[in-house]
Nanobody, 114 residues
Framework: VQLQASGGGLVQPGGSLRLSCTAS????????IGWYRQAPGNQREQVTT???????NYTDAVKGRFTISRDNVRNAAYLQMNSLKPEDTAVYYC?????????WGRGTQVTVSS
């Protein structure tokens, strides 16, 4: 399973960005999809995930600011990031859990800076 990741960039504090992650297989084969992030010098941490049933979970640091959604027609997931903070700066990696295991998309840089 291949994941095509897009989005990211440079934004000022308080701004918004949207990340996209499109899978090469039908959404029916994907149990869950989400994002991790890794800041310089830090371990990779899970940010959010959404299940096949549409149940979303978030790490406490992003609750109320980030929203994950799925588009089953396009076999895609989106991460809307609002009220961004400098501490959200990281490389974001989308992933998908499916019947064959886990796949990762390429990392996309998100930089929050004035």
């Amino acid at each position: 399973v291949q994941l095509q990741a897009s989005g990211g960039g440079l934004v000022q504090p308080g701004g918004s960005l949207r990340l996209s992650c499109t899978a090469s297989v039908s959404y029916r084969r994907i149990h869950a999809i989400g994002w991790y992030r890794q800041a310089p010098g830090n371990q990779r941490e899970q940010v959010t995930t959404i299940s096949y049933a549409g149940v979303a979970n978030y790490t406490d640091a992003v609750k109320g600011r980030f929203t994950i959604s799925r588009d089953n027609v396009r076999n895609a997931a989106y991460l809307q990031m609002n009220s961004l903070k400098p501490e959200d700066t990281a490389v974001y990696y989308c992933y998908a859990d499916h019947q064959w295991g886990r796949s990762w998309g390429r990392g996309t840089q998100v930089t929050v800076s004035s």
